[in-house]
């Protein structure tokens, strides 16, 4: 299972075998941006400091183009790690939300 960790507050959670990004936070009871979860908003970008990530569903280039993903722009909700991966979020601090967890562990069975 890869290991993501959270820079600079150091967080660190596993993920589950194809687990997004932004999935494995959300369980793991951590959010930070709340956007459309499906690729098309661009809200959930992150900077990729360490490790790989690939892209098990396509992402339109208007929302992460080739070469923001080339200079290490990640997109949470579609990104699925290849290794353990190291990411720094952008305008908000990560924060344990039990509420939104819940929302979204109840969209995710409905
Ligand atoms: S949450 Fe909208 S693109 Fe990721």
């Known amino acids: 299972m890869p290991k993501l960790t959270v ?47 690939a892209y098990n569903r396509p992402v339109a280039e208007t929302v992460l183009s080739a070469e923001e993903q080339a200079t290490g722009t990640c997109l949470t909700c579609r990104a699925v790690p290849e290794t353990d991966i190291t990411i720094a979020l952008r305008e908000e601090n990560l924060r344990r939300v039990a509420s939104l967890m819940a929302l979204y562990a109840a969209t995710r069975t409905g």
């Open 7 to 53: 820079a600079p507050q150091g967080i660190s959670v596993d993920l589950r075998e194809d687990e997004t990004i932004l999935e494995g936070l959300f369980r793991h009871g951590y959010a930070y941006r709340i956007g459309c979860r499906r690729g098309g908003c661009a809200i959930c970008k992150v900077d990729l400091l360490e490790g790989t990530v």
